[in-house]
């Protein structure tokens, strides 16, 4: 049964903000991610920060990225992200290069699949180089036409067996049981639960939905 994680993006915020939203709702996330917004606008000073802040949450560095890779993945290494991430389209010696800075920190390498043109046969090449993870995302543009990373999960799941899978792109607490039903191995929110009318009772209802998920599961 997958242990499932909840990892919460945090994109739309100052770095001031973002500590204070965290420490909100730090009882129910498992993982911080320091969205690509808040990696442009502060660095990794933003990683550090979070880590200090929240020293027993695992935090990612979103960086998205499309070259250079040992280089620029290594920066969020060295800062003390345990994920960072690099975007799927990239080159293979991109992805290569992240995957050999994630070796060389003991930390862990996601792959993310915004515009992937054939996500089936993608998901297969990457779990073949020995990626850790990969994230179906269906990034804030793609949802503004009403795509949702649903299909995608179920795409990723059919054709990969053994590495690990995350989930993004509008999910809340009332859709998360159809991704759950797929058995990601993280859920992540970002706009979802920061734009909720009430985020740490989304939060809460989301860590129950999860903990409910896998106690029918270990039933079964």
Same mark, same amino acid.
């Given at each position: 049964?997958? @242990?499932?994680?909840?990892?919460?993006?945090?994109?739309?915020?100052?770095? +001031?903000?973002?500590?204070? &939203?965290? #420490?909100?709702?730090?009882?129910?996330?498992?993982?911080?991610?320091?969205?690509?917004?808040? *990696?442009?606008?502060?660095?990794?000073?933003?990683? #550090?920060?979070?880590?200090?802040? &929240?020293?027993?949450?695992?935090?990612?560095? !979103?960086?998205?990225?499309? +070259?250079?890779?040992?280089?620029?993945?290594?920066?969020?290494?060295?800062?003390? $992200? @345990?994920?960072?991430? =690099?975007?799927?389209?990239?080159?293979?010696?991109?992805?290569?290069?992240?995957? !050999? $800075?994630?070796? !060389?920190?003991?930390?862990?390498?996601?792959?993310?699949?915004?515009?992937?043109?054939?996500?089936?046969? #993608?998901?297969?090449? *990457?779990? $073949?180089?020995?990626?850790?993870?990969?994230? *179906?995302?269906?990034? &804030?543009?793609?949802?503004?036409?009403? #795509?949702?990373?649903?299909? !995608?999960?179920?795409?990723?799941?059919?054709?990969?067996?053994?590495?690990?899978?995350? =989930?993004?792109?509008?999910?809340?607490?009332?859709?998360?049981?159809?991704?759950?039903?797929?058995?990601?191995? *993280?859920?992540?929110?970002?706009?979802?639960?920061?734009?909720?009318?009430?985020?740490? +009772?989304?939060?809460?209802?989301?860590?129950? $939905?999860?903990?409910?998920?896998?106690?029918?599961?270990?039933?079964?």
């Amino acid at each position: 049964m997958t @242990k499932t994680k909840y990892q919460v993006a945090l994109d739309s915020f100052s770095l +001031d903000d973002a500590v204070k &939203f965290v #420490r909100t709702i730090e009882d129910y996330i498992d993982i911080i991610e320091i969205g690509t917004p808040l *990696v442009i606008d502060e660095g990794m000073h933003a990683v #550090r920060r979070m880590i200090k802040e &929240f020293p027993n949450k695992e935090v990612l560095s !979103d960086e998205k990225i499309m +070259d250079g890779g040992y280089h620029e993945a290594d920066l969020g290494y060295q800062a003390g $992200a @345990k994920y960072v991430t =690099v975007l799927g389209v990239a080159e293979d010696k991109t992805i290569q290069g992240c995957l !050999d $800075a994630a070796h !060389d920190a003991d930390a862990i390498l996601v792959v993310d699949t915004l515009k992937i043109p054939n996500l089936a046969e #993608r998901a297969k090449e *990457v779990e $073949a180089m020995g990626v850790h993870f990969i994230s *179906v995302h269906t990034g &804030f543009d793609q949802q503004q036409m009403g #795509r949702t990373p649903l299909n !995608d999960l179920r795409i990723v799941k059919a054709n990969t067996n053994s590495i690990r899978v995350s =989930v993004a792109g509008g999910i809340n607490s009332k859709t998360i049981d159809q991704y759950l039903a797929l058995e990601p191995d *993280v859920v992540i929110m970002g706009g979802g639960l920061a734009d909720a009318d009430n985020p740490v +009772d989304e939060a809460r209802k989301i860590r129950e $939905a999860i903990e409910k998920h896998e106690t029918e599961g270990s039933r079964q």
